[in-house]
């Protein structure tokens, strides 16, 4: 069974940092090209950023609004996915997900549940 868990979800304050995880299980992280995605209360799912699967040569995307602020990456030994997120501003405060989808907020065969972010003083 495929499955992907979303952690590393918190409050933290303006200008601060948190990583978000993407465990996959069932397959191996690196035979798709994953997607985080948000979701602000009252608002459409928006992408944020992609890696391209292995076969595409791992390229990194970003949306303009996070460019320079997250990086996401890859640990095949761990079958994960990271999102680093820095300099976080309230703007950001949303649900985060992870996809096998590299731009659709529609797309992809599977989702995680889901971690808040919520950025506050």
């Known amino acids: 069974q495929v499955q992907f868990v979303e952690s590393g979800g918190g409050l933290v304050q303006p200008g601060g940092s948190l990583r978000l995880s993407c465990a996959a299980s069932?397959?191996?992280?690196?035979?798709?090209?994953i997607g985080w995605f948000r979701q602000a209360p009252g608002k459409e799912r928006e992408w944020v950023s992609c890696i391209s699967r292995r076969a595409g040569g791992g390229i990194t995307y970003y949306a303009d609004s996070v460019k320079g602020r997250f990086t996401i990456s890859r640990d095949n030994n761990k079958n994960t996915v990271y999102l680093q997120m820095n300099s976080l501003q309230p703007g950001d405060t949303a649900v985060y997900y992870c996809?096998?989808?590299?731009?659709?907020?529609?797309?992809?065969?599977?989702w995680g549940q889901g971690t808040q972010v919520t950025v506050s003083s």
């Open positions: 996809a096998t989808s590299c731009r659709d907020p529609r797309g992809g065969d599977y």
């Open positions: 069932g397959v191996k992280v690196d035979y798709y090209s």
